[in-house]
């Protein structure tokens, strides 16, 4: 066996997320063979790695999220690495920014992090537990508004 | 956190499964053959991505299963350098804390690595992060199944392939059996920079 490239592309979580759910759900009709024993490395990996990712805030997007945010990203002038991370991760925080992109105190001013952090949060969307705390968020700030 | 690696190897179909359609057997080879293995210097193999091309499949004298060339992509997981990954704390031992991600179990963040001042609390068999505010010194325990965010910092492929006999003759009967070593084990740098460490330590309320 002879690895040509072992570099050719990188593969955003979500990428990996919906090979593997389009292979479970192929396996799943096709039935019989799943659980001979040359299947079971495949069904164990598959099976963890769907279970690693599925808690990643990765696994509400769609390839049009994707491309929305790659665009949105053009302007920070990021590289490719660290646009792939802020798409895995989606950091909320300006420290989790910081670990992220390199040197960014100097690559980015204040408001610049700011911005970068208001498109992340606002085009990819939040796993489940950060919605129920933003709701739960929403509701104390509305209990505090007097009007 | 994948990488897609592209890859050339010939597949072996025995006669038995041709009336099956060619790709559905190679794709069902292939993964059988990497899946959830690792591949030296390239990473741990997840399954096959495409068949990107399939030359002719030849049948050789003495063997009636055919040989297929195919030149495929493969999902590999292998981090690059400096990638923040987000596990669950397996365990903490002398040598530092184990940490998984589920899929992938090896990835080590030794003492030097931790926050500083750091101690192990022999007793309890966990690594503990002694944090001085000017409240006084809070203990921050590492335990077991909290989520971590780290940083990769180093990695190392070890072959695991059999040693040969000739080795075998020299090594007298009474050394103890060969240490089961991880083929593919992440290093993790500092998780002292701001932002990295247990996830708990930097959700603000």
Request: proline share 5%.
């Amino acid at each position: 066996m002879d690895v040509k490239d072992a570099n050719s592309a990188l593969l955003s979580n979500y990428e990996v997320f919906q090979l593997l759910t389009d292979l479970k759900e192929q396996r799943k009709e096709s039935g019989k063979n799943k659980h001979s024993s040359g299947q079971q490395n495949l069904n164990t990996i598959t099976y963890e790695t769907l279970k690693y990712i599925s808690k990643t805030p990765c696994r509400h997007q769609s390839p049009e999220i994707v491309r929305e945010f790659l665009t949105a990203m053009k302007s920070h002038k990021l590289t490719k690495a660290e646009k792939l991370q802020l798409l895995n991760h989606r950091p909320m925080t300006a420290v989790e920014i910081q670990l992220m992109v390199e040197e960014s105190e100097e690559r980015l001013t204040e408001e610049q992090i700011e911005a970068l952090l208001h498109t992340v949060t606002s085009i990819l969307p939040a796993g489940p537990e950060a919605e129920q705390k933003k709701n739960t968020d929403d509701v104390a700030m509305d209990e505090e508004d007097p009007a | 956190m994948f990488v897609l690696v592209e890859m050339v190897d010939t597949v072996r179909i025995p006669p038995w499964q041709f009336e099956r359609k060619l790709n559905d057997s190679i794709a069902e080879e292939l993964n059988k053959k990497l899946a959830n293995k690792v591949v030296y210097n390239v990473g741990l193999c997840i399954c096959l991505f495409d068949i990107t091309k399939l030359e002719d499949a030849y049948v050789f004298p003495g063997d009636g299963a055919s040989h297929t060339k195919v030149h495929f992509r493969y999902v590999v997981f292998h981090p690059f350098l400096d990638e923040i990954l987000i596990g669950k704390i397996k365990g903490c031992s002398p040598e530092g804390v184990h940490v998984s991600l589920g899929f992938f179990d090896d990835i080590l963040i030794p003492p030097e690595s931790l926050q500083q001042p750091a101690k192990f609390d022999e007793a309890e068999q966990v690594w503990v992060w002694e944090y001085e505010t000017e409240e006084g010194a809070h203990d921050l325990y590492m335990d077991t199944g909290e989520e971590i965010r780290f940083r990769v910092v180093d990695e190392s492929f070890v072959d695991t392939s059999p040693t040969g006999p000739s080795s075998a003759e020299a090594t007298s009967s009474s050394e103890e059996l060969p240490k089961k070593e991880a083929p593919y084990t992440l290093m993790v740098g500092s998780i002292s920079e701001p932002g990295l460490g247990l996830l708990s330590w930097w959700t603000s309320s």
